[in-house]
């Protein structure tokens, strides 16, 4: 079976949602997935480009008055089963964030003790309002999306972005506290 980038699997997740044009799909990425998966806009209309010529998805086109053409695209059995092959498949590595506050901080002995308490200081901030973004978020799906099929698997995946984040704080807390 033929291999595909993760830009390609992405889209086909979210093509089992109701989101069907570039826009839904882009409003998609970035009211959920953006918090740990990043596509730019300019890479969703190629990759949908690739998966209607890969038979993956279909595209029907709605002619809208007054408006450019409205493309939907529709999964195939293929596209359904090109993604459960790779949703059943093991990750290949454990991936590693890039950070770039613990890179600053790694020669942090090369700047002034303030500057390093004032970098822990705006990132746990940061932190901070991520973690209440979260739990809005959490709020949101809990209430406007039960019943859906697929909210149980967002909520797991906001827990962990929770965790993390959670986790990060108490770490700028004691790493400020050590520094001070």
Known sequence: MKKYNHTTY???????????SGYSIKQFIDRSLRHFWKISYGQIYPTLKIIVEEGLATVQTTTQEGKPDRN???????????????????????????????????????????????????????????????KSIEENISTTSQGHQD??????????????????????????????
């Open 72 to 134: 939907e695209y529709f999964l195939t059995e293929k596209g359904k089963h090109v993604l459960t092959d790779w949703l059943e498949k093991p990750i290949e590595e454990v991936p590693v964030e890039r950070n770039e506050v613990l890179l600053k901080l790694f020669f942090g002995r090369h700047q002034l003790k303030e500057h390093t308490l004032h970098l822990l200081e705006n990132y746990q901030n940061q932190l901070e309002e991520r973690y209440l973004l979260y």
């Open 10 to 20: 992405t889209i086909l997740g979210i093509l089992t949602t109701e989101c069907r």
């Open 151 to 180: 909210a149980q698997y967002w909520l797991f995946t906001l827990d962990y972005g929770k965790r993390i984040t959670r986790a990060s704080i108490d770490w700028c807390e004691s790493t400020i506290n050590k520094i001070s």
